[in-house]
């Protein structure tokens, strides 16, 4: 039979992954004759969660076992998840297990898990009700993303990431990969790996910069190639595993369109509207401007990590036409969204009143004194009737899509990059 195993909350802020803890387990649970009917799934969920530790990550482990064999695989998984989560500093560990006829009932619950808050007790009551089996330790909030990765829905994991481990003595140590070689990866495979090098600081983007067990991981849009760029790469340490995960990162799936008027804390949005005065900047580079899309008006933050999207959003005016994706957060003067994408739609046409050009040789006149209308320095020409024309500015920025910087963009969030790859692959 088909189960799908859930595994959430193992790490915390001092060390361990869940990702590291399943792929122990999937392993586990193939020496008590499980196989993997899938590769193991990274399930992000509501990334403006307080309660998360890093990217808040879950993952499930989609198993075909035999009916018999069940029990002997859940102890297995059971017995790493004790052995290898950090319940003595904090983690909350839980993990459920599903038939696969009953993975139905978890979907919706899987998209309010990525898009909004939920509660441990919305999860406890699925888990009772349609769960082969589950556990939980401590508060138990890791039953919440347990249920949520179980009940994933397949067309929103449609990327991948392979994941390889470092070697136990080497945990808490500085990692290093070669840049160049990163570079060169890049270059090699083009569009099918992704987020490898922050161009714009110069930055290695595969390692993370916490004591866990993760040597790098490397992102793409199909399995086969991510395990040929790794071997592309050169390493400072030998890995002691590796292992592909299908996920829903890059996907934008934790985005709702909303109306400004339905905006609540913690949600990540899509809102189309017209900006309202001008951007302001404040201390540090932060960019700030109003929205407005007729059921009320949000204030967009575009922090200073966010590097030059910044640029763009303080050439905005009053008036222009542009969507905004990003999280909602509660802030003393009223709901703010903190910007991750932009979508500039339509600008509006800015005009500058100027002196008139010269009807004789063309060259811009200059004043000829105050209400006396204009003279021409080059040939001499005067109009004393001559007046300011407006002149169409020339806003230096265009319609279209614009996106933060690599190191602010969010797991969940799609690169623009990706964007465009995908939609040449459609053959749109
Ligand atoms: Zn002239």
Same mark, same amino acid.
């Given at each position: 039979m088909l189960v799908y195993i859930g595994i959430d909350d193992t790490d915390s802020p001092k060390g361990m992954c869940t990702t590291y803890v399943a792929a122990r387990a999937l392993r586990a649970a193939e020496g008590e004759g499980a196989r993997a009917a899938d590769h193991p799934w990274l399930v992000r969920l509501n990334p403006n969660c307080p309660y998360k530790t890093r990217g808040n990550a879950a993952v499930c482990l989609p198993l075909e076992v035999e009916r018999s064999g069940f029990d002997r695989v859940w102890e297995a998984v059971l017995g790493v998840v004790r052995e290898l989560a950090e319940l003595e500093n904090g983690a909350d560990p839980g993990v459920a297990a599903f038939p696969e006829e009953n993975r139905g009932h978890l979907e919706r619950f899987y998209f309010r898990a990525v898009r909004e808050m939920v509660e441990v007790e919305e999860a406890l009551e699925l888990a009772e009700r349609y769960a082969l089996a589950f556990w939980r330790h401590g508060e138990g909030r890791g039953i919440v993303g347990a249920v949520a990765a179980a009940g994933a829905s397949v067309g929103t994991l449609t990327t991948y990431e392979l994941l390889a481990y470092r070697r136990r003595e080497m945990w808490g140590r500085e990692r290093w990969v070669d840049p160049e070689s990163v570079v060169r990866m890049d270059a090699l495979f083009g569009d099918r790996t992704f987020d490898n090098f922050d161009y714009e600081n110069g930055e290695v983007r595969l390692t993370p910069h916490t004591p866990c067990p993760v040597l790098l991981g490397i992102r793409g849009t199909s399995p086969e190639v991510l395990p040929e760029a790794l071997s592309v790469l050169r390493l400072g340490e030998p890995y002691e595993f590796y292992q592909v995960f299908r996920t829903n990162q890059a996907t934008d799936v934790h985005y709702q369109r909303l109306s400004v008027k339905d905006l609540r804390p913690l949600v990540s949005a899509i809102v189309t509207g017209r900006v309202v005065g001008r951007p302001r900047i404040g201390p540090g580079g932060h960019v700030f401007f109003e929205l407005d899309d007729g059921t009320g008006s949000v204030t967009v933050a575009v922090y200073e990590p966010t590097g030059r999207i910044r640029e763009i959003a303080f050439r905005l005016v009053e008036g222009?036409?542009?969507?905004? %994706? !990003? *999280?909602?957060? *509660?802030?003393? @003067? !009223? #709901?703010? #969204?903190? #910007?991750?994408?932009?979508?500039?739609?339509? #600008?509006? @046409?800015? %005009?500058? *009143?100027?002196?008139? *050009? $010269?009807?004789? $040789? !063309?060259?811009t006149m200059e004043s000829a004194g105050r209400g006396q209308g204009y003279r021409c320095g080059r040939c001499g020409h005067r109009d004393p009737r001559a007046q300011k024309v407006l002149v169409a500015v020339d806003r230096g920025i265009r319609p279209g899509l614009y996106e933060v910087a690599v190191s602010a963009r969010r797991h969940l969030v799609r690169p623009l990059r990706l964007e465009a790859a995908l939609r040449a692959s459609a053959g749109t």
């Amino acid at each position: 039979m088909l189960v799908y195993i859930g595994i959430d909350d193992t790490d915390s802020p001092k060390g361990m992954c869940t990702t590291y803890v399943a792929a122990r387990a999937l392993r586990a649970a193939e020496g008590e004759g499980a196989r993997a009917a899938d590769h193991p799934w990274l399930v992000r969920l509501n990334p403006n969660c307080p309660y998360k530790t890093r990217g808040n990550a879950a993952v499930c482990l989609p198993l075909e076992v035999e009916r018999s064999g069940f029990d002997r695989v859940w102890e297995a998984v059971l017995g790493v998840v004790r052995e290898l989560a950090e319940l003595e500093n904090g983690a909350d560990p839980g993990v459920a297990a599903f038939p696969e006829e009953n993975r139905g009932h978890l979907e919706r619950f899987y998209f309010r898990a990525v898009r909004e808050m939920v509660e441990v007790e919305e999860a406890l009551e699925l888990a009772e009700r349609y769960a082969l089996a589950f556990w939980r330790h401590g508060e138990g909030r890791g039953i919440v993303g347990a249920v949520a990765a179980a009940g994933a829905s397949v067309g929103t994991l449609t990327t991948y990431e392979l994941l390889a481990y470092r070697r136990r003595e080497m945990w808490g140590r500085e990692r290093w990969v070669d840049p160049e070689s990163v570079v060169r990866m890049d270059a090699l495979f083009g569009d099918r790996t992704f987020d490898n090098f922050d161009y714009e600081n110069g930055e290695v983007r595969l390692t993370p910069h916490t004591p866990c067990p993760v040597l790098l991981g490397i992102r793409g849009t199909s399995p086969e190639v991510l395990p040929e760029a790794l071997s592309v790469l050169r390493l400072g340490e030998p890995y002691e595993f590796y292992q592909v995960f299908r996920t829903n990162q890059a996907t934008d799936v934790h985005y709702q369109r909303l109306s400004v008027k339905d905006l609540r804390p913690l949600v990540s949005a899509i809102v189309t509207g017209r900006v309202v005065g001008r951007p302001r900047i404040g201390p540090g580079g932060h960019v700030f401007f109003e929205l407005d899309d007729g059921t009320g008006s949000v204030t967009v933050a575009v922090y200073e990590p966010t590097g030059r999207i910044r640029e763009i959003a303080f050439r905005l005016v009053e008036g222009d036409l542009v969507e905004v %994706y !990003g *999280a909602v957060k *509660a802030k003393p @003067q !009223g #709901l703010t #969204l903190n #910007l991750e994408k932009l979508r500039v739609i339509e #600008l509006r @046409q800015v %005009y500058a *009143a100027r002196a008139p *050009a $010269c009807p004789v $040789c !063309g060259k811009t006149m200059e004043s000829a004194g105050r209400g006396q209308g204009y003279r021409c320095g080059r040939c001499g020409h005067r109009d004393p009737r001559a007046q300011k024309v407006l002149v169409a500015v020339d806003r230096g920025i265009r319609p279209g899509l614009y996106e933060v910087a690599v190191s602010a963009r969010r797991h969940l969030v799609r690169p623009l990059r990706l964007e465009a790859a995908l939609r040449a692959s459609a053959g749109t």
